[in-house]
């Protein structure tokens, strides 16, 4: 099924993401295959979120291959796959999706949905109506993602 979604790019402020300029995307099946942004998304900032526990926080649930926060891999996450090959089973439009909205592949999945702001259940109100990621943080997620190919951690 094609759904037409509506969503914010959004741009940082103090309290979280804060909606800047309406956009729009489109999921086909289990992809979004259109990049959020024009600039391409850069690995080096995606590993970087990926591994930041406060901003991208992967790492509270998946480990991820190469040194880890601080050069410990004992502070990674194990209650989700590693992330080790997933830029080989998955293509770059889906892992797209699965981190703006993990929910339209899973929908009893823990994973936060990273860009989505609608139907959400819980959310406090200084959060509401913004994103956890901007739509660049997003594409240098994916970028980086896309680069681990080595199924080993």
Known sequence: MIARILI????????????????????????????????????SRGRSLVLNRNEGACVLCHAVPGPGPAGNERLMGNIAPTLAGVGAKLSSAQLRLRVVDSTRVNPDTPMPAYFRIEGLIGVASAY?????????????????????????P
């Open 8 to 43: 914010l790019i959004s741009a940082a402020s103090a309290a979280g993401v804060s909606a800047q300029t309406l956009a729009t995307y489109r999921v086909d099946g289990d992809e979004i295959r259109a990049p959020l942004t024009r600039e391409p998304g850069d690995p």
């Open 128 to 152: 509401r109506g913004k994103t956890i990621l901007t739509a660049r943080q997003v594409e240098d997620i994916v970028a980086y993602l896309a680069t681990l190919r080595e199924t080993r």
